[in-house]
């Protein structure tokens, strides 16, 4: 099945929908925006600096695979900042460049001149709205939040008209209060609502529950595209911005790998493989090209020296590897027993046949075989006996030990 989500009853349809990207109404019946924020929010992790060339480098391969909106940083954080922003702007082709701000109007004025050399610049302004970062944080009554906001828009407009604000701690704000906050800011002129659970406190019905309000709650939520920015406190950072797709989303704002601030942000890769393995139930597409996540998954742990853990979800180390006798005997007679995704679409080689205690007869002749011998069944059984004894010593039984085995 494919189509669209109506605005409204959250239905699949086939039509598309009308919204504002950009300044101009364009339908994106199909399509899920891919915001990159690893060189942004990514970079918030906890130890981890890149240098220019490398960002350049993790730039171009964003570019490459095909995202439609790069956060290159935060120009008014620091010198350095205010420079990676202006050269991937200057460098980066094909692509809208984006640059973080507070709503205030020195922020802006120096994202703008950063973002200046850009084909298609975006400023990215915002401001909380939870009553927590109200009191705690900014000091500010509701009014004067929502009077700064607008400020801040009207104040960016004269510069781009690509606006996307961010609306801090929605996750934990008053629901009529970010159904005013919304409709103001899009009558000041933000085409892009970015809705962040901040803290990742929210669950995927409640997430859902709060985008869908938004769009059936605001009068004017049919002029702006609204994104999901969730980050992953309680492992829930990706089904949350599933959800919100689900309700309406057109824009997922996400990060190579996950990585991000505290227990990070929502996974580019991870997003882009469930749109597709599940097009029957999203009928969604991205511009993001599968057969190069596991290139830049790569590219960017060894940048960031983040390490991917092993049974991470689309590019970990195992999510294509077998252990169990059972699942191995499944898959090598049919893949798609114990595989909901083919190893290819993300650019992996193929399935692996990992050797353990658990193994059983059919993956350790598949091994053999791959590696060139072949045995009466007579031979076999006594190797399997002999791969067994050796299976219990260790995690795993390598290459160097079937052919010290077959000897
Ligand atoms: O998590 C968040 O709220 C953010 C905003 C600054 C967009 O990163
Ligand atoms: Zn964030």
Same mark, same amino acid.
């Given at each position: 099945?494919?189509?669209?989500?109506?605005?409204?009853?959250?239905?699949?349809?086939?039509?598309?929908?009308?919204?504002?990207?950009?300044?101009?109404?364009?339908?994106?019946?199909?399509?899920?925006?891919?915001?990159?924020?690893?060189?942004?929010?990514?970079?918030?992790?906890?130890?981890?600096? *890149?240098?220019?060339?490398?960002?350049?480098?993790?730039?171009?391969?964003?570019?490459?695979?095909?995202?439609?909106? !790069?956060?290159?940083?935060?120009?008014?954080?620091?010198?350095?900042?205010?420079?990676?922003?202006?050269?991937?702007?200057?460098?980066?082709?094909?692509?809208? !460049?984006?640059?973080?701000?507070?709503?205030?109007?020195?922020?802006?004025?120096?994202?703008?001149?950063?973002?200046?050399?850009?084909?298609?610049?975006?400023?990215?302004?915002?401001?909380?709205?939870?009553?927590?970062?109200?009191? $705690?944080?900014?000091?500010?009554?509701?009014?004067?939040?929502?009077?700064?906001?607008?400020?801040?828009?009207?104040?960016?407009?004269?510069?781009?008209?690509?606006?996307?604000?961010?609306?801090?701690?929605?996750?934990?704000?008053?629901?009529?209060?970010?159904?005013?906050?919304?409709?103001?800011?899009?009558?000041?002129?933000?085409?892009?609502?970015?809705?962040?659970?901040?803290?990742?406190?929210?669950?995927?019905?409640?997430?859902?529950?709060?985008?869908?309000?938004?769009?059936?709650?605001?009068?004017?939520?049919?002029?702006?595209?609204?994104?999901?920015?969730?980050?992953?406190?309680?492992?829930?950072?990706?089904?949350?911005?599933?959800?919100?797709?689900?309700?309406?989303?057109?824009?997922?704002?996400?990060?190579?790998?996950?990585?991000?601030?505290?227990?990070?942000?929502?996974?580019?890769?991870?997003?882009?493989?469930?749109?597709? !393995?599940?097009?029957?139930?999203?009928?969604?597409?991205?511009?993001?090209?599968?057969?190069?996540?596991?290139?830049?998954?790569?590219?960017?742990?060894? +940048?960031?020296?983040?390490?991917?853990?092993?049974?991470?979800?689309?590019?970990?180390?195992?999510?294509?590897? $077998?252990?169990?006798?059972?699942?191995?005997?499944?898959?090598?007679?049919?893949?798609?027993?114990?595989? !909901?995704?083919?190893?290819? +679409?993300?650019?992996?080689?193929?399935?692996?046949?990992?050797?353990?205690?658990?193994?059983?007869?059919?993956?350790?002749?598949?091994?053999?075989?791959?590696?060139?011998?072949?045995?009466?069944?007579?031979?076999?059984?006594?190797?399997?006996?002999?791969?067994?004894?050796?299976?219990?010593?260790?995690?795993?039984?390598?290459?160097?030990?079937?052919?010290? *085995?077959?000897?």
């Amino acid at each position: 099945m494919s189509g669209s989500v109506h605005r409204r009853t959250g239905r699949l349809q086939s039509g598309g929908d009308r919204r504002i990207i950009r300044g101009e109404v364009s339908s994106l019946s199909n399509q899920v925006l891919i915001f990159d924020t690893t060189l942004r929010d990514g970079e918030q992790s906890p130890g981890v600096r *890149l240098a220019m060339s490398e960002k350049l480098e993790v730039g171009h391969a964003l570019v490459d695979i095909g995202v439609d909106i !790069i956060e290159a940083g935060f120009p008014i954080s620091s010198p350095g900042d205010f420079e990676s922003v202006n050269t991937l702007a200057r460098e980066l082709k094909g692509v809208t !460049i984006c640059g973080l701000t507070r709503a205030r109007a020195k922020d802006i004025d120096v994202a703008a001149e950063a973002l200046e050399p850009a084909e298609r610049r975006r400023i990215h302004t915002g401001l909380g709205v939870s009553d927590n970062h109200l009191q $705690h944080k900014l000091r500010m009554t509701r009014d004067q939040a929502l009077e700064a906001g607008v400020a801040a828009v009207k104040h960016a407009r004269q510069y781009t008209d690509d606006i996307e604000y961010f609306m801090e701690d929605s996750g934990r704000a008053d629901r009529d209060y970010v159904y005013r906050v919304v409709e103001n800011i899009i009558a000041a002129g933000a085409t892009t609502i970015n809705v962040p659970d901040t803290t990742g406190y929210t669950i995927p019905m409640e997430y859902f529950d709060m985008i869908r309000g938004i769009i059936e709650h605001v009068p004017n939520s049919d002029k702006a595209v609204f994104s999901c920015h969730c980050h992953n406190d309680l492992g829930m950072a990706t089904a949350n911005t599933l959800a919100g797709v689900q309700a309406g989303a057109r824009q997922v704002e996400v990060t190579v790998n996950g990585i991000g601030e505290r227990a990070g942000n929502t996974s580019l890769e991870e997003v882009v493989v469930a749109l597709k !393995i599940r097009q029957d139930r999203f009928g969604l597409d991205t511009s993001v090209d599968t057969k190069k996540l596991l290139h830049l998954s790569k590219m960017v742990s060894r +940048l960031t020296g983040m390490i991917v853990q092993r049974n991470k979800a689309v590019v970990g180390a195992n999510a294509y590897a $077998h252990s169990s006798g059972i699942h191995q005997d499944g898959v090598l007679k049919e893949r798609s027993t114990y595989e !909901i995704i083919d190893p290819t +679409l993300v650019g992996a080689e193929k399935s692996e046949i990992i050797l353990t205690a658990r193994s059983g007869r059919h993956g350790l002749k598949h091994r053999l075989t791959e590696l060139g011998f072949s045995f009466t069944e007579d031979r076999f059984e006594r190797i399997y006996e002999a791969f067994l004894r050796v299976a219990d010593t260790k995690s795993e039984v390598d290459e160097e030990d079937l052919r010290e *085995l077959v000897r």
